[in-house]
């Protein structure tokens, strides 16, 4: 079953504001997930990404219920934003975008880009994924006209064959073989997640306990 978050309700955010004319940036990378936690292979594949084609920003999205992967441990919607706002804050072309926690429900890539084209349509968007993730496109919710929408980039990922039936950006960054199931699973154990994800993460988990159930 899909994981389950609590209600947007419980997020305090602040309304969003939308960007004047002049402030729109012209392309902006979208990293989208779970992030339950966040971590260092995130963060690099965006900075990686934002370098070599030259973006304006990049924007981390976190889903809702995600549609494809089960069985993850539920943490409220609240923690996964601000251990993202705390990863991301001494970066000043990071920027997390909460559209698909504000919709609530499953989050559909499709659905997401279309809202954010809407209300941004000045800017170029740049869906960022591991060349796993881009092997499995034909299987998202309508690809034919996502890739009609929004630019892929793939960051290649050994044993993946950089190729695909719809158009793809192939950029190079440093593999780290890195999942946030192993720093749940290593919170949960007593092993250390030092260097895995951001000093202020590990303080943030800390505090609220997260992960120890």
Not at 92 to 99: A, G, L, T
Request: proline share 6%; glycine share 6%.
């Amino acid at each position: 079953m899909a994981v389950a978050v609590k209600t947007v309700q419980d997020v305090k955010v602040r309304p969003q504001v939308e960007l004047e004319q002049t402030d729109y940036p012209k392309n902006v990378g979208l990293m989208g997930g779970t992030f339950n936690p966040i971590h260092q292979a995130h963060l690099i594949m965006a900075e990686q990404v934002y370098s070599k084609l030259n973006l304006d920003e990049v924007w981390f999205v976190p889903d809702n219920i995600p549609p494809h992967i089960q069985g993850k441990d539920a943490i409220s919607a609240k923690d996964r934003i601000e251990m993202l706002k705390i990863a991301t804050a001494d970066n000043p072309h990071f920027k997390v975008e909460m559209i698909e926690i504000l919709r609530g429900g499953v989050s559909y890539t499709i659905d997401t880009i279309k809202a954010l084209k809407k209300r941004y349509p000045k800017i170029n968007f740049y869906f960022i994924a591991g060349g796993d993730m881009i092997s499995d496109l034909k299987n998202w919710r309508k690809p034919e006209e996502l890739v009609e929408l929004v630019k892929f980039v793939g960051v290649k990922r050994p044993g993946f064959v950089q190729k695909s039936d719809y158009p793809v950006i192939w950029v190079d960054a440093p593999f780290i073989s890195l999942s946030s199931t192993f720093i749940r699973h290593s919170v949960r154990h007593g092993s250390s997640i030092k260097y895995l994800v951001p000093d202020k993460v590990i303080e943030y988990i800390e505090k609220e306990g997260l992960y120890l159930g």
